[in-house]
């Protein structure tokens, strides 16, 4: 088993145990699909294969690709107030 490296800044993702966020989600999320739809583990072992499809698809893009691709999508939920809309491309003075 290999060494986590502990963030060491703001900006490094977030960890859950010994998991990056983006990793763990998945599965968890399509688990609880699962126990909804009542087949719980047919979901997370979908979940288990996505998210292994998932980290191949993040290896080869910039470091949160995926965040800043929902952002421009309109489905990123931020914590301020206001967000600029993602769906205006250009900004006139």
Known sequence: MSLIE??????DPPYFLMWR?????PPTL???VG???DRPMMLAAAGLVLGFFYRR???GRPE????HAMYWLG???TRGR???????????P
């Open 82 to 92: 206001t967000m600029r809309n993602p769906f205006q491309r250009t900004y006139l």
């Open 21 to 25: 966020m983006d990793d763990f989600a």
């Open 57 to 59: 698809y993040r290896e």
């Open 35 to 37: 126990f909804l739809l």
């Open 6 to 11: 502990l963030p060491r800044t703001v900006d």
């Open 64 to 67: 949160m690709f995926a965040l």
């Open 75 to 77: 489905i990123w939920p």
């Open 30 to 32: 399509m688990l609880g």
